[in-house]
């Protein structure tokens, strides 16, 4: 969803919009209401074309084919088709839901069940169609919306899944089809079997997050699709003959589609999809879409719209919102014609009607897509999202009106730096919020697994061809690291636009022409993926040889939002154990722990430079100085040598603490220089008290006692400890680090340690403590505010303390706890753990999935941005980078990399996300860990070293 826009219309007939919700090559839908308080959903066409006859005769014959199909798992047509100063547009029923390209790429391919229920429906809605002599084409990732009771199609022609439409000159409408089929790569006609394909293609997307034809050169992706054999390997058995049928190149030889329906679900659909069938993570989507949609029409009846300001903008155009090239989805490679399935409209007169576009013309503004905003739920509804050329002004999608700032309340402003643009209605955001100036970075940079090492002798040996990546069989884990590999690489479960036509050339000479590159997608929704430095360089595929002193060299991106090649790539093989944590030591060496034991990499190359049997279940990885590696796990502390992993020295707490014997000891407080703190217990044996004359002698009681302890981890010796209260059982308190002062360290309770005692005590608010750095002593237990013992909170030098209250993020005084100053967040935002910078910049993360920068001392917003991460799951972790300049944001999807001083969105990475040949798909979040001028970036058990800066 985002904001509507200044010039967007406020009214379809009855129907009043509220805000934006998806945008296809010809029309924008908008989220809307009736004068009762019903949700609709408003089809408006793009203005540009809804003035050329072809394709308002197309647009009309379009939604009468609706009009028919209405029931099963089409919306029926509530209006329209409409017309006025609102312009050509329809209305249905709005139903939550993710399109079928947003839950892949928000979950990864669908479970098999769950594609069965997405099929089945699809191949429903076709038989019916079918049944009238017609055909579809309306199927591509984008049409198909996943609802909670089932899938349901809203495209019924070419027009609603066109991947590009444009208006030609003479009155002719050309239209680009996201999706091609053997028939039509060879000039002939596309019929029902046409249909029945590309749903071979959408079953193995949803099932793999990858199309079968995807693999292989680009020129040859026309040829693949009429020819070549599709890769199904990493579909299900139980699916992979079906599909293979409905892919057959001959279209005699394809099912039926209601034959595919009582295949897939001989019980129908809906009874299948009866008690749920979405992923969690696609179902908690569509129902916070649903919760949003609902508070939006809450607040649009309590507050008028507004259109507030009427400054002009600057002179760079920012407030204009240039439509960006078609998806990558849109290819013809020669002239495919726009079929008018029978009986849905009239064939199109000379100089009147759908013309045939050469797979390397490009569409204007009026027939693209538009950008996605800030909020929404992936790429838009017209296809994956593109990024904008270099010289394109990027869109500015506008922020809501600023409150009324009360007392302590940051504000944006010329004081805060920023311009309040009030030029829309406001949208699901309490407080006021920077303009949105960053452009859309949709590319990814989704690096090639490689397969293993070169072979003995051939250093610059070409890597074998791979399967699609996103199967689970096509990854082969290797255990030592080589230099990524410029070479294409395969789609994955995240969709990647193609990059602009400003490539580098391929070998020999020859550039790579936009021809080439919108054949390479003529699959439809898979796309050709590019990672790292490989930019479409088609004409070398040899990876660089890795040397042991010397790091791999690393090109920089040269397509923006792409990631840099990585530096190089370990994964850990499937026969080792998952690795337990990660650490880097000296900016040298990355060290990895497992149940086995702990491995040392080297920074450099990427290679394992040792092993260590004696360090097995290590938790934290620390810096001991310039000579040690220090681990601590749940039983010992070690420091081992950074050379060969030989253990130099260890203390076991169970008998090397003078007075805690037997000691227990929770996970690390943290550390600052050579000092870390932590916390232990022991139980002690309390005698009963002596009884009294003639009664029974009580019973003795076993006690725990804590302590917080500071420890020199050079010196390897105890600096103090101190007796605190002890935790729940077994009685060890686990405290978080908050901040750390000169003269004092603030500590927060971890909530699962609280007692019930503990938990009455504080009536839901946290309780600080703060020690005395050189003796331990505790100095003050203070609450702030309404701060919760599971709120994100963090301290610093200054004296202040910064943490999430509800939705939004305060500022207190550490010294008295008194408020500072309040950052307003928005609907849902609710504030993650912020990242002090250099200078006076506090960095901010939220659940909306936004990060941003204030002013640490009066909470003046600087910046904000969107990851462009589907909402919902927690905010994304933050880390900066060693030399303060690249603020990275991890979480389940992605990494994405920001300017810390102005919020530049710089690139993203994603990486296969497949755990081995036959193991789960990867569902753990990304890390980020600062490396000197480096970055590691670690998804269980594969690791990348990036340059940043």
């Given amino acids: 969803m985002e904001a509507l826009r200044q010039d967007d219309p406020r009214h379809f007939g009855p129907y009043t919009a509220l805000a934006r919700l998806r945008e296809a090559a010809s029309a924008v839908q908008f989220l809307a209401r009736d004068s009762a308080g019903a949700r609709v959903v408003v089809t408006a066409a793009r203005p540009g074309l809804a003035a050329v006859p072809a394709f308002r005769r197309r647009f009309q014959a379009e939604a009468r084919t609706a009009e028919r199909l209405a029931g099963g798992w089409v919306q029926p047509l509530l209006a329209g088709p409409g017309s006025g100063d609102e312009g050509l547009w329809t209305a249905v029923a709005y139903v939550p839901g993710l399109t079928l390209a947003e839950a892949i790429s928000l979950t990864g391919p669908l479970p098999e069940r769950a594609v069965r229920i997405l099929g089945a429906g699809l191949a429903e809605t076709l038989s019916r169609v079918h049944a009238t002599g017609a055909v579809l084409q309306g199927l591509a990732p984008e ?385 050709l993926v590019v990672g790292g430095g490989s930019v479409l360089a088609l004409g070398s595929d040899e990876p660089a040889a890795a040397t042991d002193d010397k790091p791999a060299p690393a090109p920089r991106p040269t397509v923006p939002g792409q990631a840099p090649g990585p530096l190089w790539i370990h994964t850990r093989p499937a026969s080792a154990p998952a690795p337990l944590t990660a650490g880097i030591w000296r900016d040298e060496l990355l060290v990895l722990t497992d149940s086995a034991g702990a491995t040392g990499i080297d920074l450099r190359t990427g290679r394992e430079k040792w092993k260590s049997k004696d360090a097995a279940g290590g938790q934290k990885v620390l810096a001991a100085g310039d000579e040690s590696c220090f681990l601590a796990s749940p039983t010992e502390f070690l420091w081992l040598s950074p050379e060969d992993g030989k253990v130099e020295h260890r203390v076991r707490f169970v008998d090397q603490f003078d007075g805690v014997p037997n000691m227990k000891v929770a996970p690390l407080t943290g550390q600052s220089g050579s000092v870390l703190w932590f916390t232990g217990s022991h139980t002690v044996t309390v005698k009963a008290p002596k009884p009294k004359k003639g009664k029974k002698p009580g019973k003795d009681r076993q006690v725990p006692r804590a302590y917080f302890f500071a420890y020199d981890i050079v010196l390897r010796k105890e600096v103090w400890r101190v007796e605190v209260p002890a935790g729940r059982d077994p009685g060890t308190p686990a405290y978080r680090l908050t901040a750390v002062r000169d003269t004092d360290i603030l500590v927060l309770q971890s909530p699962a340690t609280l007692t019930a005692a503990d938990v009455k005590a504080a009536k839901g608010k946290a309780f600080f403590r703060c020690f005395d750095r050189t003796t331990g002593k505790l100095l003050w237990n203070r609450q702030f505010g309404a701060v919760s013992p599971q709120a994100a909170a963090l301290g610093d030098t200054e004296g202040r303390l910064y943490a999430a209250v509800g939705e939004d993020l305060h500022a207190f005084e550490t010294g008295t706890g008194k408020p500072v100053w309040t950052l307003p967040g928005g609907e849902g935002s609710v504030f993650g753990t912020p990242v002090r910078a250099a200078g006076n910049l506090l960095h901010t993360t939220n659940r909306n999935q936004e990060v941003g920068a204030v002013d640490a001392a009066t909470g003046r917003q600087a910046w904000r941005r969107s990851t462009e991460v589907p909402l919902g799951g927690n905010a994304p972790a933050l880390t900066l980078s060693g030399g303060g300049g690249t603020l990275l944001a991890s979480d389940p999807t992605q990494v994405t990399a920001f300017a810390a001083a102005d919020g530049r969105r710089l690139w993203k990475f994603q990486d296969i996300g497949a755990a081995d040949p036959k193991g789960a798909t990867v569902s753990a979040p990304y890390r980020v860990l600062a490396a000197g001028k480096n970055a590691v970036v670690q998804r269980e058990r594969a690791f990348y070293a990036f340059p940043v800066e």
């Fill in 143 to 527: 049409t198909v919306l996943l609802a909670g009771d089932g899938p349901r199609l809203t495209a019924f022609g070419p027009l609603g899944g066109a991947a590009g439409a444009e208006a030609k000159p003479g009155g002719q409408l050309s239209v680009r089809l996201g999706y091609l089929t053997p028939e039509q790569v060879e000039g002939r006609e596309a019929g029902a079997p046409s249909d029945l394909f590309v749903l071979g293609l959408l079953l193995a997307y949803a099932a793999t997050g990858a199309t079968p034809f995807a693999e292989g050169p680009a020129e040859e992706a026309a040829a693949r699709i009429a020819h070549g054999s599709a890769e199904l390997g990493p579909v299900p058995d139980a699916l992979r003959e079906l599909i293979g049928r409905c892919l057959a190149k001959d279209p005699a030889d394809r099912p039926g589609a209601g034959a595919v329906a009582a295949e897939l679900a001989l019980e129908g659909a809906a009874g299948m999809a009866k008690g749920g069938w979405l992923p969690e993570a696609v179902a908690a989507a569509v129902t916070d879409q649903a919760a949003r949609a609902g508070a939006l029409e809450a607040s649009s009846e309590t507050e008028a719209e507004s259109e507030t300001g009427t400054e002009e903008g600057p002179e760079t155009g920012a407030d204009e919102v240039p439509e960006p090239d078609a998806g990558p989805d849109a290819v013809s490679p020669d002239t495919v014609p726009a079929t008018v399935p029978p009986g849905a409209a009239p064939e199109p007169g000379p100089g009147d009607g759908l013309a045939a576009e050469p797979a390397d013309a490009v569409p204007d503004a009026a027939g693209a897509p538009g950008p996605e905003g800030p909020g929404g739920f992936g790429p838009a509804a017209g296809g994956p999202a593109v990024p904008e050329p270099a010289d394109a002004v990027p869109a500015k999608a506008l922020p809501p009106a600023p409150a009324a700032a009360g007392p302590g309340t940051a504000t944006g402003g010329e004081d805060g730096g920023t311009d309040a643009d009030t030029r829309t209605t406001r949208f699901l955001r309490a407080g006021p919020r920077p303009p949105w100036t960053d452009r859309s970075t949709a590319q990814l940079a989704l690096p090639r697994e490689l397969t293993g090492p070169p072979a003995p002798g051939t250093p610059g040996s070409p890597l074998p061809p791979a399967a699609p990546a996103s199967a689970p069989e096509a990854r082969q884990p290797y255990p030592y690291a080589y230099p990524a590999a410029p070479v294409p690489l395969p789609q994955t479960q995240a969709q990647s636009p193609v990059p602009p036509a400003t490539a580098p050339a391929a070998a020999g000479g020859t550039a790579t022409g936009r021809r080439a590159l919108l054949t390479a997608v003529a699959a439809g929704a898979a796309g």
